[in-house]
């Protein structure tokens, strides 16, 4: 049986998130998963569910978390027998719980990027909207301005880049996450019926990490060391949900 290594990766907007996962996937090889790019699929093909969660996304609004959850588990319900990793989900505590119902999770990464770099970020940042690659006018620029480098076609900006955007999406990502980062980063470990029964404080699992900086550059080696460290410890198992009942 192989190692399994389930991790994810938390920040606000701009942070980084997706920069450092395709480095992940690339070092590690494990399958990534961007809610916000499924979403934006979703919408961009005009599925049920894109249909459902377009006004959301366009008004830089948090997808209620039944829709997020029926989006995201039956993909990692699919990828048993692989390791991933999720960029994107779960964003609220409801989210995580019910990521912890399907499987435990190995490892959170979370970004901590101060508001003026977050700013300058995502104002410079470009996509390739089929793809989802992402570039960024000064750090990591497309070869031709404006064009993706794989296909030739047209970048974008998202509507949801845009400054009053970000303020608004940063709000909510403040108010959101700090159940969630609760929720992983101290050592107890409790059945989902127990946990049901305590107050939030006793749901924490001590896995998560925080990296803090302004340049991805520099935090990148930090997290390559915890994920050397992590997978070449990580026990054999198999995707399991995460009660010890
Ligand atoms: N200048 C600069 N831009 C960066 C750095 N790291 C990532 N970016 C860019 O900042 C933008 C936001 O990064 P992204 O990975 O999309 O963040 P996410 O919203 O957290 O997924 C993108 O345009 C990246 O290319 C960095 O260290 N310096
Ligand atoms: N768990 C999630 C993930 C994304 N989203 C929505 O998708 C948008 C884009 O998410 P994203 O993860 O690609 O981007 P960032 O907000 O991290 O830059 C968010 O502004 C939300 O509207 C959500 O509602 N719930």
New binding site residues.
Partial sequence: MAKLFRTAIM?????G??TISKRIAQNVGLQYL????F??EGIAANTDAGVL?KG?????????DH??SRL?LPRLEQLTGHSWLL??????IA?AKALNDICQMDLVISLNIPFETLRER?SDRWIHPASGRVYNMGFNPPQVQGRDDVTGEPLIQ?A??RPE?LQA?LR??KDVAKPVMNLYKKSVLLSNAEAASKPLGSLSQGILYQFSGTDTDRIWPYISSLLSTKISTQPLDTCQPSAQA
Avoid: C, I
């Avoid at 960029?87 to 609220?92: A, E, I, K, V």
């Fill in positions: 920040g606000p907007p701009g942070s998130k997706g961007s809610s916000g790019h979403l934006r969660v959301y996304v366009e008004r830089s609004m948090l997808v209620p829709l997020m995201m960029d994107g989900f779960p964003r609220t989210q995502v998202h949801d880049d955007a999406r909510h990502y």
